[in-house]
Each structure stands twice: as C-alpha cells, then as structure tokens.
C-alpha cells in the first residue's frame, strides 16, 4: 500500500486531476445511484479549502507587512495599476464580444433566498462597511476586504515588535501554506466527487443546452487570456510575452481551474513568484491583494450576462451604455469578494442599467449557475493566473527601465 502511495504521488497533479476528472464523469453516466457516495469527497475538498483560506489570507499579509523594511520600495502601485486596467479590458472585451455574438436565453431558472445589491452606492457602502467589520466575523464569514484590511492593520502595528514575534508569525503562515498543499494534492478525489455530483444531477444535456452561452464565456477570458494580456506584458517588458504567459496559465491557472478558488490558489502563486526570482516584499502583498481585487473574469461574467438578458428582451444598446457597463462591471467586479454569491450576484445590478426587473435579472443568475461549473472554474483560472503575471510584469518592466537608464548613464559618461 505504501508502494502504492508512493506510485500516486509521484504522478503530477495535472494528471492525478485529470485522472479524477475521467473517473468522476465515467461514474456519473454508468451508475449514478451506486457511485452516490463519493460526492462526499468533493464536499470535504471545498470545505477545507474554504475553511483554510480566510486565515491563510490573513497570516500572509500580515507576516508580508510586518516584515517589510522601512525605505524598501516596491512596485505595489505599478500593480495595482495593472490589476485595474486588467478588469476594465475584460468587461470591455466581454462587451464588445456580446455585441459581435449576441446570445438569447431561454429563462425560467429561478434562484431563491438570495438578494442582490441596489445599486453602485450599495455595492460600494458595502465594500467600506467590509472593511471595518470585526475580524473574527470577517474570518468567520470569509470576508476577504475586511480581513485584507486588518491583516494590513496589524501587520504595519507589528513592524517595530520583537524580531520573535515576526518569526512566529512567519511559521503560522508557513505553516497554513503547507496546509494547503496538503489539500491540494487531494484534489484529484475532490475533484472526482464535484465532476460526478454536477453531472448526476444537472446531466450533461443541461450544460450543453447553453453551450453558446459557455463557449462566449470561456471564448472571452481566453481571449483576455491568449490576448489581451499578452499585449499589456509586451508593451511593458518589450519581449515575446508568451513565454511568462503559458507559465503563469500552467502553473497557477491549472490549479486554480480545479479547486475553484483564488484564495487557496495563494500558496501555488506565491511559489510561481519566488520560482520566477521575483521581490518577496512585493509579491507576498500584491498575491493575497491580487486574490482579492484583480477580477478580470468576473467582469467578463457580468458583462456577457446582462447583454445576454438585453439580447433576449430585444433592448437597443448604444455605445455610451456598453461603455458604462465595461466600468460597471470592472468597478462591482474588484468589489465581489464582498457580495454574497460573488459576481453572479452582481449580474441584476448590472441588469438594472437597461431598466431590466429584479425578478428577470435573478432568472439570468440561475443560468449563471447552471453554467457555473465550467464558468466559475475559467474565471477563477484567470483571475489567479493574472495576479502572478502583473506582479512579474510590474517588476520586470522596473528592471529594463532601470537598465535603459544605466546603459544612458554609461553613454553619458563616456
């Protein structure tokens, strides 16, 4: 057995994954009612991704923000700069995608107990009210703004504190980190009982009923993906951009494709990043924050499903509104993590732009969530592999601007 074990690990995760994905969607078209039991796995894989995550998060930024030294710069601004640019492109792209391939739906899924947020004032009143809200409930709760705002707090309260105390801090984080590999490398078992719950019980003509749906979807964030930022990378470091790209996409997106989260992707993109020779002090605040803000694929998301409600109910849209709606939705995307149900939630919102009815716009997120199985995984893949990309591109560019200038001061001199 333990030979055995052995054998298995030795096995990349990729394929240990894909292993699961087959076997998980061979069970669910044989013998649904026998196979039932190994559902099980792919519940206690989400919850102990969820339940590790929030205090990971936390640990992290503040270890990153206590151990800062004073006077150090980092590329922070450069990044964050990117991480906005980023999620505008994408609702635009998704905006614009909509317009070239209009898609209609057939509505009817209803989604109950849930209530979306009023308006921009109330996502944003939100996103603030996040920020202050207590740190144990914001742990509690997986409030990401909120505990990105007190790791921030007490990390900076930490920074003159004994050099102990940052080390025992710094091996929780450590600690938490290993932690999540562990449950990642279960990730083919948990992988199989989520493949075979979503097919026994939605089946796969379900999925295929909206097949143009999906395929504008993951058309859109592929393109932002193969694309769009490329282009940002090649503007800023002035080389083939592909190289870092498919690194990023392999190494993090992979992952973050399967287990569906960006918080619990953090360990992977913080080894990506310290793999690529990048600055610790300025990765290991911009990759928790990255998880937090840099949203381009739920801008995508909301984007492609309010125009696909406005398709539907043959509304006129010019191009001052589809330009409103690109901010929009990059605006209420870096603002998802703290709105119940993510951006699909945000989707009546952004509905509510073309006068559509509350009760119209939460039948278009019940397709969200139908789709949701392939959607949800795509969007999470591009918005953790973009965290690591514009944390490299940030200080890659610093660095040929910095040679540019040398080689200057060297003609200058001579």
């Not at 026998?34 to 640990?59: D, E, R």
């Not at 909509?98 to 947020?117: C, Q, R």
């Not at 493949?195 to 859109?220: K, P, R």
Request: hydrophobic share 55%; aromatic share 8%; charged share 15%.
């Amino acid at each position: 057995m333990r030979e055995l074990f052995k054998k298995w690990n030795d096995i990349s995760l990729v394929k240990r994954i894909v292993i699961g994905l087959i076997i998980g969607i061979i069970l669910a078209l044989t013998v649904p009612t026998y196979a039932s039991p190994i559902v099980i796995f792919g519940s206690l894989f989400v919850g102990a991704l969820k339940g590790v995550a929030p205090i990971l998060v936390f640990f992290l930024v503040m270890t990153a923000i206590s151990q800062h030294k004073s006077g150090k710069k980092t590329n922070m601004s450069s990044i964050i700069g990117l991480y906005l640019l980023g999620t505008f492109l994408a609702g635009l792209v998704a905006v614009i995608a909509s317009f070239m391939f209009p898609i209609t739906l057939t509505l009817g899924a209803e989604v109950n107990d849930i209530a979306p947020p009023g308006g921009v004032v109330e996502v944003l009143k939100n996103l603030l009210m996040n920020i202050v809200d207590n740190p144990v409930k914001a742990l509690f709760n997986a409030n990401y703004i909120g505990i990105l705002a007190w790791a921030l707090v007490l990390g900076l309260a930490l920074k003159n504190s004994a050099e102990s105390t940052k080390r025992m801090i710094s091996n929780v984080a450590d600690a938490l980190s290993q932690v999540v590999r562990w449950i990642i490398s279960f990730a083919p078992f948990g992988i199989m009982g989520l493949v075979f719950d979503s097919i026994a019980t939605q089946g796969l003509e379900t999925l295929l009923g909206y097949g143009q749906l999906i395929i504008l979807l993951v058309g859109s964030m592929a393109f932002i993906a193969l694309v769009v930022n490329p282009l940002i990378v090649f503007i800023a470091i002035r080389k083939n951009p592909y190289p870092l790209v498919l690194k990023c996409l392999k190494d993090s997106g992979i992952t973050a494709f399967f287990t569906r989260s960006s918080a619990a992707n953090i360990p992977v993109n913080m080894g990506l990043c310290h793999e690529l020779g990048l600055d610790k002090d300025t990765y290991s605040v911009s990759i928790p924050l990255g998880a937090t803000i840099n949203m381009g694929g739920a801008a995508i998301t909301i984007s492609i499903l309010t125009l696909a409600a406005v398709h539907t109910l043959d509304i006129q849209v010019d191009r001052g509104m589809a330009l409103v709606l690109s901010l929009l939705s990059a605006v209420s995307a870096c603002g998802a993590s703290g709105v119940a149900g993510g951006s699909l939630l945000l989707v009546p919102l952004a509905c509510s732009l073309f006068g559509i009815p509350n009760d119209i716009a939460m039948q278009v997120v019940g397709v969200g969530f139908i789709v949701g199985v392939i959607q949800d995984s795509c969007e999470t893949a591009l918005n953790s592999s973009t965290d690591v990309l514009f944390t490299a591109v940030a200080e890659l560019a610093k660095r040929r601007k910095k040679e540019i200038k040398n080689v200057k001061y060297s003609k200058d001199t001579n």
